[in-house]
């Protein structure tokens, strides 16, 4: 089935240790987006990609950075994590925006705790 | 900011039991979409209503869109221990047509049996 996987589902890392989150898809979508979602929070949209052209949020801290290589691939890079990081990661995708644009899928998010 | 607020934040009801719940949200919008999240999982969309719609059904689902107000409700009917999750409710402004959701907050759910 097509679909947006996220790996891994948890991650680890240590105060100040570059960590990168991985998501794929198989749905050919062109549009990708990582949001940070905090506990009991909304989801907070950080950036997305239309193709290979990258939109960040105004207020998405330099820390975080991403890469999208591919069509099927996008990467989010926390350079340095801080303990205010640690937050559930969600992968989406939607096959195009503009009036057409109908909804999101996601994946299943990787839980990120920073020791 | 959040654009859309919901309530209650929580609401614990029995199987078989209605659960309505409400999301208002402050500027114009292009269409109103609701998610479901299951603990530690991501968000599958359930059902979008369009800022010239003022009802829409899927199965056990039914939205409401108040433009006027600016306000939504959702309700699930015959509720199942199966649907505990949190609900969250999202715009798109005209401003964001490329694709950009705006959440709220959520309300939890819990179905006991």
């Known amino acids: 089935d097509a679909m947006v996987i996220q790996n891994p589902r948890y991650q680890v890392t240590q105060f100040g240790k570059p960590v990168t989150l991985s998501c794929s898809q198989t749905?050919?979508?062109?549009?990708m987006y990582w949001y940070q979602q905090k506990s009991s929070q909304a989801p907070k949209l950080l950036f997305h990609y239309y193709d290979k052209d990258f939109n960040n949020e105004a207020d998405t801290p330099d820390n975080f950075q991403s890469r999208r290589p591919n069509t099927s691939f996008c990467f989010l890079d926390i350079r340095s994590p801080g303990l205010g990081d640690a937050a559930m990661y969600l992968c989406?995708?939607?096959?195009?925006?503009?009036?057409?644009?109908?909804?999101?899928?996601f994946g299943s998010g990787t839980q990120l705790s920073v020791l | 900011s959040q654009q859309g607020e919901e309530d209650p934040q929580a609401l614990s009801i029995q199987e078989g039991e209605n659960a309505t719940m409400n999301c208002s949200y402050k500027t114009s919008i292009n269409n109103l979409q609701w998610y479901r999240q299951n603990s530690g999982r991501g968000l599958v969309h359930l059902i979008l209503?369009?800022?010239?719609?003022r009802e829409k059904h899927s199965g056990r689902l039914r939205v409401t869109l108040d433009t006027s107000k600016k306000s939504s409700s959702l309700l699930i009917t015959a509720s199942r221990a199966a649907d505990t999750a949190s609900y969250f409710c999202?715009?798109?402004?005209?401003?964001?047509?490329?694709?950009?959701?705006?959440f709220g907050a959520g309300t939890q759910v819990v179905v006991t049996p």
């Open positions: 209503i369009r800022s010239n719609e």
């Open positions: 989406a995708t939607s096959p195009q925006g503009g009036t057409g644009f109908e909804k999101l899928f």
């Open positions: 999202a715009t798109v402004r005209p401003s964001d047509s490329w694709g950009k959701l705006q």
């Open positions: 749905l050919n979508h062109n549009v």
